[in-house]
Antibody
């Protein structure tokens, strides 16, 4: 079964760092793009960025460039999303999703279960 | 970048048909594929339509997608509405530098 399993919920204070993960299984992890999507409470979906684990080619939405870092460790089939200094406005659910096996932009076909990040003093 | 605008909400009775529009603000709707995602309350999104009108395996044929170049929009039609179809629906497309999600539509089954 093809699936993406994300790390558990996090509660952090403003200014703290954080790295959440997304582990792929049931397919060739290095052959598909992995995207990250933010959903703030009660709001819609926002694309943050995407990475190709095969060669770590990474693209960011202009809205998130410089605010987060996307990486991947292909040896353990895991993609990451990290912050160096969290803000209260980073409170949201974060989803990883599998993209295409070719061109960087296309459809997301498999989604992780989501990681809820709460930032509060 | 462009935007994808959807109606905020639609509602209909069980057994009826609803159609959700997704209008692209600039550039041709036909230039890049459109996908549709269903998100039930408290759950992750799932794909119901990809590449404008293709259904993933397991998605009932009550779901169909289309594009209309004259209105520069895509549409998701759900026929034979069921209570389980009550969810938020998002269209999604892309250009040469970004993915773009639509504003989202809440479907209520009365």
């Amino acid at each position: 079964e093809v699936q993406l399993v994300q790390s558990g919920a996090e509660v952090k204070k403003p200014g703290e760092s954080l790295k959440i993960s997304c582990k792929g299984s049931g397919y060739s992890f290095t052959s598909y793009w992995i995207g990250w999507v933010r959903q703030m409470p009660g709001k819609g979906l926002e694309w943050m960025g995407i990475i190709y684990p095969g060669d770590s080619d990474t693209r960011y939405s202009p809205s998130f460039q410089g605010q987060v870092t996307i990486s991947a460790d292909k040896s353990i089939s895991t993609a990451y999303l990290q912050w160096s200094s969290l803000k209260a406005s980073d409170t949201a659910m974060y989803y990883c999703a599998r993209g295409s096996s070719g061109y960087v932009f296309g459809a997301f076909d498999i989604w992780g279960q989501g990681t809820m990040v709460t930032v509060s003093s | 970048n462009f935007m994808l605008t959807q109606p905020h909400s639609v509602s209909e009775s069980p057994g009826k048909t609803v159609t959700i529009s997704c209008t692209r603000s600039s550039g041709s709707i036909a230039s890049n594929y459109v996908q549709w995602y269903q998100q039930r309350p408290g759950s992750s999104p799932t794909t119901v339509i990809y590449e404008d009108n293709q259904r993933p395996s397991g998605v009932p044929d009550r779901f169909s997608g289309s594009i209309d170049s004259s209105s520069n929009s895509a549409s998701l039609t759900i026929s034979g509405l069921k209570t389980e179809d009550e969810a938020d629906y998002y269209c999604q497309s892309y250009d040469s530098s970004s993915y773009v999600f639509g504003t989202g539509t809440k479907v209520t089954v009365l």
